[in-house]
């Protein structure tokens, strides 16, 4: 299974930030995906996930009201989108997609895309 996050770069606080993973390789329809992030000089740490059926998603509280997930199983592709950017978004943004349901655990995903740098200015 091959990830390939796009979409990040350099964002205004208050604005909006829209990432897109793609997934290549397996059947996408049976992966779970999530988002995490890694600010400089901190562990990395979960944003959001989508289950490989749509029908569930989970956000970590600092983006949780702000933000959605969504999958689109024609582009092979799950969609973030995170509005009133604040400084402390700023992260490498990483995708990674396990088989079955999600977890905010990213020791549960095998699968990890190279990351994506966002920063947002204040």
């Known amino acids: 299974v091959q990830l390939q996050a796009s979409g990040g770069g350099l964002e205004q606080a208050g604005g909006s930030l829209g990432l897109s993973c793609e997934v290549s390789g397996r059947i996408f329809y049976w992966y779970s995906v999530a988002w995490f992030r890694q600010a400089p000089g901190k562990e990395r740490e979960f944003v959001a996930a989508?289950?490989?059926?749509?029908?569930?998603?989970i956000f970590a509280n600092p983006v949780k009201g702000r933000s959605t997930i969504s999958r689109d199983d024609a582009k092979n592709s799950v969609n973030l989108q995170v509005n009133n950017l604040k400084p402390e978004d700023t992260a490498v943004y990483y995708c990674?997609?396990?088989?079955?349901?999600?977890?905010?655990?990213?020791?549960?995903?095998?699968?990890w895309g190279p990351g994506t740098l966002v920063t947002v200015s204040s």
């Open positions: 990674a997609a396990r088989p079955g349901s999600y977890t905010d655990d990213d020791v549960d995903y095998a699968y």
């Open positions: 989508i289950r490989w059926s749509g029908d569930n998603r």
